[in-house]
């Protein structure tokens, strides 16, 4: 049983469109990550969210950590083909004892 | 700065076989990661190391796999034997430190398949 649940498993969306995938777990964490994974790549950190409703931006995407600190989204938008990948989300319960427990990963195909 | 190495990258194997992955983590790195990600999942911690000692190894089946860091630099993973559902892609991620705030570079991983 995995500790963070992502969904959807698979988004595939046409070139231009818009994507949102979600994070979500009954546990509270300190801070919560999201890595892009390419094939034959190990995964490479976006943005760590600290604060229960923090947002922050990165180009095209958006990423939200929940009041409760126990679920995050990532909003991709205007999706291009370079953001095809394995997306996933990690969290960490203990500010001090720095371990992560990573979600299955949402794949993400846009198509030109 | 060179990122976190492994080798090999590809490993083919019997049930029963050995194998054992080579990890060179980013200079300077105290924190050092063995994580299995299998075809579907996300990664899942094997072993944490802290210079050359362990931190964390309470998910690693310990009848088949051993790791260790001489020297607290490079590091070995060995499985011994192997079984089917070992087939996996095994990352090896290292940082500055242990605590929140020091981010995690992942290695391109050794993909292993046992038959």
Known sequence: ?112 | EAGVAQSPRYKIIEKRQSVAFWCNPISGHATLYWYQQILGQGPKLLIQFQNNGVVDDSQLPKDRFSAERLKGVDSTLKIQPAKLEDSAVYLCASSRSGLAGHEQFFGPGTRLTVL
């Open chain 1, 1 to 112: 049983t995995q500790l963070l649940e992502q969904s959807p498993q698979f988004l595939s969306i046409q070139e231009g469109e818009n994507l949102t995938v979600y994070c979500n777990s009954s546990s509270v964490f300190s801070s919560l990550q999201w890595y892009r994974q390419e094939p034959g790549e190990g995964p490479v950190l976006l943005v760590t969210v600290v604060t229960g409703g923090e947002v922050k931006k990165l180009k095209r995407l958006t990423f939200q950590f929940g009041d409760a600190r126990k679920d995050s989204s990532l909003h991709i938008t205007a999706a291009q083909p370079g953001d095809t990948g394995l997306y996933l989300c990690a969290g960490d319960k203990k500010p001090n004892d720095y371990k992560l427990s990573f979600g299955a990963g949402t794949t993400v195909t846009v198509r030109a």
